[in-house]
């Protein structure tokens, strides 16, 4: 395949954009943008994120509901997709269906401990067969955007508002000469990497509720047995989630998840030992955990033609994400872990701080 680009000066507030070329001439667009950002873009406001942020908390559900039906017709309509056939005339490809600003999801967004504004906006469709040469333009509302186009054999970097025409083979044969093989792993490398930023750095209470399983666990097994169960629980609600057949709203789980870090952050303090209901205990908060990280599935979205890959890979990537906390505490507090002072002077202190944490959110959470 043969691309051309260049790249021009843009500002530091940046949206990210991803294209990937797909088998079959199919393709996926995914927008990463600050919604904060995009509503006062929206608003033609210049508010303070405080401020924005406590105006949209008094919005109604249906005066919310219509603020994302407005921004996203404005996204769909000035987005397009231009592209030139063998004759070198040249048409566009509208970007609609657009997905993944949603109601709840902006609300996960406004809650103050949530630090990361950023939303995907996600659309798919055919690219034409006879296609030789493929541009995209984005919204004004979308501000500066650096765009990445992705296959499995190349990928390149446009970092200006409005893509350069990129060039496809003769054949317009990128993605349909591309083997099953290569169009998965294509797949499988996206969702574990969003799998794992969930974690790391994004996830603070996941992060504190494995540290807070760790603390207590002075052997390498124990851990092994409470990770597993927490990892088995939330893989069968995360992918019940995400199939529609459990469906809690997050002012409920949320609240209950920090809960969960809290109850194992006390327990630490008052138990010198596992306890026999330790296990079925952490089994079902990783039944809480799941809706969460199914909730922010639901709001990347998931590909149809890989639904169930992608399902997958987003959970590998939370495990890696989860194992890495553990290998950095471990590599922290190897020097010390045997020490007679350890349980004094590092699991309580640090135990006492994870469940004021949690309990911050807890409380924050239901109000």
């Not at 997709?81 to 509208?94: F, M, Q, R, S, V």
């Not at 990445?148 to 200006?160: A, H, R």
Request: overall charge neutral; charged content about 15%; proline content about 3%.
């Amino acid at each position: 395949m043969l691309l051309s680009f260049y790249t021009n000066a843009h500002s530091k507030d940046v949206n990210q954009a991803r294209l990937y070329l797909l088998e079959q001439g199919s393709y996926q667009l995914i927008i990463s943008v600050d919604v904060l950002h995009l509503v006062k873009k929206h608003q033609n406001t210049e508010a303070k994120d405080q401020e924005l942020i406590n105006n949209l908390r008094q919005f109604s559900l249906i005066e919310t509901q219509k603020l994302l039906a407005e921004i996203t017709q404005t996204i769909s309509e000035h987005s397009v997709i231009l592209y030139e056939d063998e004759k070198l005339n040249t048409h566009k490809l509208a970007i609609e269906s657009l997905s993944g600003l949603t109601v709840a999801g902006l609300r996960n967004k406004l809650h103050p401990n949530v630090t990361n504004k950023t939303i995907n906006l996600i659309v798919s469709g055919d690219i034409p067969r006879n296609t030789v040469k493929i541009a995209v333009k984005f919204s004004e509302l979308l501000g500066d955007v650096s765009l990445t186009v992705s296959s499995p054999i190349q990928t390149m970097v446009l970092q200006n508002k409005n893509s350069d025409y990129f060039l496809l083979d003769s054949k317009n044969s990128v993605s349909r000469n591309l083997s099953s093989y290569q169009q998965q792993l294509l797949v499988i490398t996206e969702y574990i990497y969003q799998g794992f930023v969930h974690i790391l750095p994004q996830g603070l209470d996941h992060i504190l509720f494995v540290l807070a399983l760790f603390l207590l666990a002075t052997r390498t097994s124990t851990l092994l047995w409470q990770v597993s169960a927490f990892t088995l629980a939330h893989t069968i609600t995360l992918a019940l989630g995400i199939f529609g057949v459990i469906n809690l709203p997050s002012s409920l789980v949320e609240p209950l998840i920090a809960l969960s870090i809290a109850y194992v952050a006390i327990e630490n303090i008052y138990h010198q030992k596992l306890s026999k209901w330790r296990l079925p205990v952490v089994f079902a908060f990783g039944l809480l955990h799941g809706l969460g990280f199914a909730s922010v599935l639901v709001q990347l979205g998931l590909p149809e033609r890989s639904y169930v890959t992608s399902l997958l890979s987003f959970n590998v990537g939370v495990e890696l994400g989860q194992v890495t906390v553990i290998v950095l505490a471990l590599l922290a507090t190897m020097w010390c872990r045997s020490k007679p002072w350890y349980r004094k002077h590092v699991v309580i202190p640090l135990s006492l701080c994870i469940s004021a944490i949690a309990l911050f959110w807890f409380f924050e959470r239901i109000l």
